[in-house]
Nanobody, 121 residues
Framework: QVQLVESGGRLVQAGDSLRLSCAAS????????MAWFRQAPGKEREFVAAISRDGLTTDYANNVKGRFTISRGPATNTVYLQMLSLKPEDTANYYC??????????????WGSGTQVTVSS
């Protein structure tokens, strides 16, 4: 069973960039599709981005498309979320998630504990 640990969240200003990392262990990294979700206070958790096992397919939520990029480093067992032009509405706890099949990535079984991103205006 894969374990996921996120890092990189912090307080930034609107317009800044930030890169989140998610280190995977306890499983074979390239057998999992990976994703990022986020949850803001008082709101439901929402999908942000996903990447297939081979890294060739990615999907993004409409409200981050063009600003966020998901990638994975097979040699490091790490998935990244590069975030540009951050907005106050991007403030949330960001979670890394994994699932065996890409078609099920919207309902992943494996979750990290999250990293907080706060964007001040």
């Amino acid at each position: 069973q894969v374990q996921l640990v996120e890092s990189g969240g912090r307080l930034v200003q609107a317009g800044d960039s930030l890169r989140l990392s998610c280190a995977a262990s306890g499983g074979t990294f390239n057998t999992y599709a990976m994703a990022w979700f986020r949850q803001a206070p008082g709101k439901e958790r929402e999908f942000v981005a996903a990447i297939s096992r081979d890294g060739l397919t990615t999907d993004y939520a409409n409200n981050v498309k063009g600003r966020f990029t998901i990638s994975r480093g097979p040699a490091t067992n790490t998935v990244y979320l590069q975030m540009l032009s951050l907005k106050p509405e991007d403030t949330a706890n960001y979670y890394c998630a994994a699932e065996v099949t890409y078609r099920d990535i919207a309902r992943p079984r494996y979750w990290g504990s999250g990293t907080q991103v706060t964007v001040s205006s």
